[in-house]
């Protein structure tokens, strides 16, 4: 499903100022977070695959999307073992483990060991860093 043989986007920081808005400049490119219950996916139900806001990579088929009641959508896995990159993550005093974009390096959440089976993770991301496409087959 994930298109892993295409080549890494590396865009200038002027660049993905000019392609992203504001806000997913900030949770894209600075790993920063969106408040919790206020992006747009945190209670869509909709079908489709959801890519990279940066760079449209897919992502997370809706199929494993779930509510985990974190005010933040969360899947249980990505579409493939090449779509995200993990990162230990060091900026809290516990230590965490940070999802990005493999294609081009973008900051999308966390993911955590407490989701549901079958795979018993949550990955917990931020709407703004993610773009539903309806017409994409999960």
């Given at each position: 499903?994930?298109?892993?043989?295409?080549?890494?986007?590396?865009?200038?920081?002027?660049?993905?100022?000019?392609?992203?808005?504001?806000?997913?400049?900030?949770?894209?490119?600075?790993?920063?977070?969106?408040?919790?219950?206020?992006?747009?996916?945190?209670?869509?139900?909709?079908?489709?695959?959801?890519?990279?806001?940066?760079?449209?990579?897919?992502?997370?088929?809706?199929?494993?999307?779930?509510?985990?009641?974190?005010?933040?959508?969360s899947f249980t896995q990505p579409v493939g073992d090449g779509a995200v990159e993990r990162?230990?993550?060091?900026?809290?005093?516990?230590?965490?483990?940070?999802?990005?974009?493999?294609?081009?390096?973008?900051?999308?959440?966390?993911?955590f060991n407490d989701g549901p089976e079958p795979t018993g993770k949550r990955y917990c991301?931020?709407?703004?860093?993610?773009?539903?496409?309806?017409?994409?087959?999960?």
């Open positions: 499903m994930a298109d892993l043989e295409s080549p890494t986007v590396t865009l200038s920081d002027a660049e993905w100022r000019k392609r992203l808005t504001p806000e997913q400049y900030k949770v894209l490119r600075k790993a920063g977070t969106e408040p919790p219950f206020t992006g747009q996916y945190v209670h869509v139900k909709d079908n489709g695959v959801y890519r990279c806001a940066g760079c449209g990579a897919e992502l997370f088929a809706s199929g494993t999307k779930y509510d985990s009641g974190t005010g933040w959508p990162r230990r993550d060091w900026r809290m005093l516990i230590p965490r483990t940070e999802v990005r974009c493999a294609k081009c390096g973008g900051h999308l959440g966390h993911v991301l931020n709407s703004c860093a993610l773009k539903l496409d309806r017409s994409a087959r999960a």
